[in-house]
């Protein structure tokens, strides 16, 4: 079979055209391009940790150093030369991004991260719309990032939380949704489309269906998806969408927001201060346009541009091949570690979910898993994964998590499985 990974430094074209669709990705060759693969060390790096974050190819590190070295002003205000060229390139990435999720630049918010993203809608729509008696329905599977906000707001407002259960495979129970809609009190949904700690995909589009059916607005933590597969916001009939650059093979400290059109129009801003407003007196000031007015004070710029040149990368090496490749490495990962005694899977099979793969290990901490299999250079997670409430579901306290993008390769999968036989004889001991 064909493979595709050969993308030149600038960034261009990891082997994409026409008769490309059935490629598949070839990981050792992505892998070249990630500096931090070929960065001298004692023991190779084994990055089984890419859904805390992913790693950064040199396109999208020279893309920023680019940014600081010829044009570096801010946005939005200067007339000089180098300050129209930074605002250009902010603009663009933004552009770039919409392009990415199928919808309109005046649509797309920068933020710091998602965690901020969701924050803003609970703060701004949820603050403006919901009402004491309203109803939130999340599901168990939530990242604190997409849980906290909402008690928060329910706390000040004195709104119910609801929770769509979990069946016994870690999907989400569709059958209880008329039940959790009937009595009308459901006025906002929000969930995550792939779990960061089951791997689970959930059915966005079919949830967003239900929820509108009954009048609720449709919230999505894109954190774990945004960049593991194609995303159409307008295809998945959501209302927000939130996700964050930094696991999209971009630099920390930027996120997107997108909200539809005629809602994020509606809304209060956010955060008041400079570039988020059209006029000021010393008593009131009235809003910019879209999506300015969602961005007070002096952005995220390199990093923009560094989510911009990620997400042209992306897209040129093709996001149903990383989907692809992320769902067939789960498949093997779950293969070769249901071979391992005392070694318990989470969440539902392969097809069922994206590229994380989380378990224990009978009678060993994570902790200890993680500290013992990083002295062989692997790197895992462990802990709660700030899914707290859902490892309480899964009655453990903790999990060790593998997790995998476009140069995560079977090799390195193999060397998790080797680790985790010695972890079992270290603790056998
Ligand atoms: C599902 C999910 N939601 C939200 C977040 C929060 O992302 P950030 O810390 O970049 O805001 C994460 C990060 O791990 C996540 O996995």
């Known amino acids: 079979m064909p493979t595709v990974g050969a993308a030149s430094a600038s960034g261009a074209a990891p082997g994409t055209g026409a008769a490309a669709a059935q490629d598949v990705l070839d990981p050792r060759l992505l892998k070249t391009q990630f500096p931090i693969f070929s960065t001298p060390r004692e023991k190779p790096l084994v990055y089984l940790d890419s859904a805390a974050t992913s790693q950064k190819p040199q396109a999208v590190l020279d893309a920023m150093d680019r940014y600081y070295a010829t044009c570096n002003a801010n946005i939005h205000r200067g007339v000089y030369g180098i300050a129209e060229e930074a605002t250009a390139l902010y603009e663009d990435a933004r552009r770039r991004f919409a392009a990415f999720i199928n919808a309109s630049p005046r649509e797309i918010v920068f933020t710091r991260n998602s965690t901020e993203g969701l924050n803003l809608v609970a703060r701004t729509y949820g603050a403006w719309k919901l009402k004491a008696g309203d109803a939130v329905l999340l599901t168990p599977m939530e ?62 589009a079919e949830i967003a269906r239900v929820a509108k059916a009954h009048g609720a607005v449709v919230v999505v933590d894109a954190s774990q998806s945004a960049a593991h597969m194609p995303l159409d916001v307008k295809a998945l009939g ?46 009131e000031s009235t809003w910019n346009e879209l999506p300015w007015k969602f ?32 769902r067939e490495l789960a498949a093997y990962a779950m293969a070769r570690l249901g071979e391992l005694e005392g070694v318990r899977l989470l969440g539902p099979p392969a097809e069922k979910r994206g590229g994380v793969v989380a378990f224990t290990v009978d009678g060993v901490h994570p902790h200890d898993v993680a500290t013992v299999l990083d002295r062989d250079g692997i790197c895992v997670r462990a802990g709660h994964h700030c899914a707290m409430p859902l490892h309480d579901a899964l009655g453990i306290p903790a999990s060790v998590r593998a997790s995998f993008h476009c140069y995560s390769q079977r090799e390195d999968v193999d060397a998790l499985v080797t680790g985790l036989e010695r972890v079992r004889e270290v603790f056998a001991r």
Request: proline content about 5%; overall charge negative.
């Open 295 to 326: 961005e007070a004070g002096t952005m995220c710029i390199a990093e923009a541009v560094g989510l911009g040149a990620a997400v042209q990368w992306l897209q040129r090496l093709g996001m149903d091949r990383v989907f692809a490749h992320d």
């Open 238 to 283: 959501v209302d927000f969408l939130a996700c964050t650059s930094h696991k999209m093979l971009g630099p920390t400290g930027i996120g997107v927001l997108w909200g539809r059109r005629e809602l994020l129009e509606a809304m209060p801003p956010f955060l008041g201060g400079g570039e988020m407003i059209r006029t000021v007196t010393l008593t």
């Open 143 to 204: 990242h604190h990032s997409n849980l906290v906000p909402w008690q928060m707001l329910a706390a000040e407002r004195r709104l119910e939380l609801r929770f769509i259960p979990l069946t016994g495979s870690g999907e989400l129970d569709m059958d209880a949704l008329p039940r959790l809609f009937a009595d009308g009190k459901v006025k906002l949904v929000s969930f995550v489309h792939v779990s960061n700690v089951l791997g689970t995909v959930n059915p966005v």
